[in-house]
């Protein structure tokens, strides 16, 4: 269920994000979705990691819902700061390299349910992250590509599969 939670909340702000880099919400006023969801993601890897320190799955899903919560507190800092994002971007290179190398391990798990959507997820994610690299550090003129594939991402890769996981539909 933790897993479901975290997901429909990265679905909503992937897709306030996505809205946002096509210039149809302000600043400061996506800032708060961003804050929130990276203060709530935050809870969830501590709880994943100090609830059962000894359980290497739970830890691991921790410590990688951190690169993810760290994300969005930084976008939620720089969207109030009004800086230009070239730190967070670097940070951006370093997820979506770990983010391809958790989906090429959990390429070993796949099955037609949770671990095939697990894997493809990871590799979607690892694009995304990229191209905020691309987009922040490099300063690539990418933006609306960047925005409408976000978009995809919160509803295939957050909203949708933590829907079904909170509904019971899909199970982990």
């Known amino acids: 269920m933790m897993l479901g939670l975290t997901l429909l909340y990265v679905g909503a702000v992937l897709f306030v994000n996505g809205i946002w880099l096509l210039g149809k919400i302000g600043d ?7 804050i929130l ?18 359980n290497s799955t739970a830890v691991s899903a ?22 230009d994002g070239r730190g967070l971007g670097w940070f951006c290179l370093f997820v979506s390299i770990t983010a391809a190398v958790v989906g090429i391990n959990s390429v070993s798990s796949i099955s037609w349910t949770f671990g095939f959507w697990n894997t493809i997820n990871w590799f979607a994610w690892a694009v995304l ?8 550090a490099l300063a690539k003129n990418i933006k609306k590509s ?3 594939y976000t978009l995809f991402c919160a509803i295939f890769t957050g909203w949708v599969p933590g829907v079904l996981i909170l509904h019971g539909i899909m199970s982990t």
């Open 62 to 83: 921790g410590a990688f819902t951190f690169l993810f919560s760290f994300t969005y507190l930084w976008v939620g800092a720089n969207q109030l700061l009004k800086v």
């Open 146 to 148: 960047v925005a409408i």
């Open 37 to 54: 969801v990276g203060a709530l993601s935050f809870l969830v890897a501590v709880f994943l990691i100090f609830n059962d320190p000894g």
């Open 129 to 136: 992250w990229f191209g905020f690299f691309a987009l922040l």
């Open 28 to 34: 400061r006023e996506v800032s708060v979705i961003n």
